[in-house]
């Protein structure tokens, strides 16, 4: 049943349809609520105590001020029903406690909780896995309002969460493109590279990224407990022959170890190793194994190869380190994994840096100035693009009417 929404508050800022259950009734210390198409929620009395508005819930900020120290030991719901428009009200007995005034629910609240629309994934794109061989190249959009228009920013960053990889075209050549490009998306992480950095050839180079020789294969770093969640490079120039740039889905590529080579996929995901930063002003320490978090943690693959420095594992244990990460570098930069292509001046690649292998082919430059290849870049955490798009699908779903 859906009827015009009475104004019932709920512990967020966000519309939710009038959906009213046909049946509520207690079980014990739940509350079982029913609606007609069988979904079922069994709300605990303390969670349900937590969530109340103007006791629980502060109306201005829409969260708790209760300390769990603070709720009453004796607390039990007493009833639970419907009032005559379908909001869900509960009283409450407390043995001999203050009283609790009976609490009232938005029943379409609730029915996105029994929905699971409350949990991280929601609303979210579900991550495809992808081989070079299927992708051909990275899905691709022009670029040339990227600047302004939101519609295109948001439809980029869905291709971005699906793929882990996503493209824009002829988004033109300021040098400082992504500063604005970012910061409408969310807070760009900062790091000892800076806000935003160049990837360019130099005489004094702080990374391996600044010279001239191949990249392999690699996530940027993996010497952080949370390494960067994306990365957004812009091609500002690039005349210089060579340097294609390179893109492995760790995901397949992951996927594909557990279901070929379990020997190997297990070893990727269990021996450690000891990743660092060697530089006159920095000292960042990770250890982890290549192949970290999976199952309802993010997949974060730490693969920096120049900042790989220790197997942080048993002796017996690393001849299979070894293996199994020699197996993993030579699929990733296998041609049925890894697409290649060029980098052309207005292009700007957005992935996901902890999913996404990321390369370059060796590139020459003539000397004379002649051939140059200027990439700029910015790191940005995975909650900054997933709030952004989280914001996104809330405005998809048109509020109660
Ligand atoms: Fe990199």
């Known amino acids: 049943m859906t009827e015009t929404a009475p104004a019932v508050p709920t512990p967020d800022f966000y519309h939710y349809p009038w959906t009213v259950p046909s049946a509520v009734r207690v079980d014990g210390r739940f509350v079982q609520l029913d609606w007609a198409d069988g979904l079922r929620l069994r709300a605990f009395d303390l969670w349900l105590a937590e969530n109340t508005m103007g006791q629980a819930i502060d109306p201005a900020t829409r969260e708790s001020v209760l300390d769990p120290a ?50 991280p994934a929601a609303g979210l794109p579900e991550p495809i896995p992808w081989l070079a061989t299927d992708l051909g190249e990275p899905p691709t959009r022009d670029g040339a309002a990227i600047a302004s228009d939101d519609e295109l920013l948001e439809a980029w960053l869905d291709d971005l969460a699906r793929y882990g990889l996503a493209r824009l075209t002829g988004a033109g050549t300021d040098p400082d493109l992504l500063l604005g490009v970012g910061a409408r998306i969310g807070a760009i992480r900062d790091t000892n590279f ?112 120049p900042v790989r420095g220790f197997p942080d594992c048993d002796e017996e244990d690393q001849p299979r380190a070894y293996d199994a990460l020699r197996r993993f570098a030579r699929l990733a930069a296998d041609p049925r994994f890894q697409l290649r292509y060029p980098f052309a001046p207005g292009d700007v690649v957005a992935f996901d840096n902890r999913r996404v292998l990321h390369g370059r082919d060796g590139y020459d430059t003539d000397g004379d100035g002649g051939g140059r290849r200027h990439l700029r870049g910015i790191y940005l955490d995975h909650d900054e693009v997933l709030s952004r798009l989280r914001q996104a699908s809330r405005r998809r779903t048109p509020p109660a009417t």
């Open 70 to 119: 603070d709720l009453p030991d004796d607390l039990a719901v007493a009833t639970a029903q419907l009032t005559e428009r379908g909001a869900v009200v509960v009283t409450w007995t407390d043995g001999d406690g203050p009283a609790v005034a009976p609490a009232l629910f938005h029943p379409g609240w609730l029915r996105h909780v029994a929905e699971g629309a409350h949990r």
């Open 194 to 305: 800076g806000p935003i950095w160049d990837v360019r050839a130099s005489v004094e180079p702080n990374s391996t990224a600044n010279t001239t020789v191949r990249l392999c294969p690699h996530t940027d770093l993996p010497t952080r407990e949370t390494p960067p969640g994306f990365q957004i490079l812009h091609c500002l120039v690039n005349t210089a022959a060579g340097g294609w740039s390179t893109m492995t889905d760790g995901l397949a590529l992951v996927e594909h170890l557990a279901a070929e080579h379990p020997e190997h996929h297990e070893a990727l995901t269990t021996l450690r190793w000891v990743f660092f930063n060697r530089g006159p002003a920095v000292d960042h320490r990770w250890s982890g194994p290549l192949v970290d978090g999976g199952d309802d943690r993010p997949l974060t693959i730490r693969a920096f190869h």
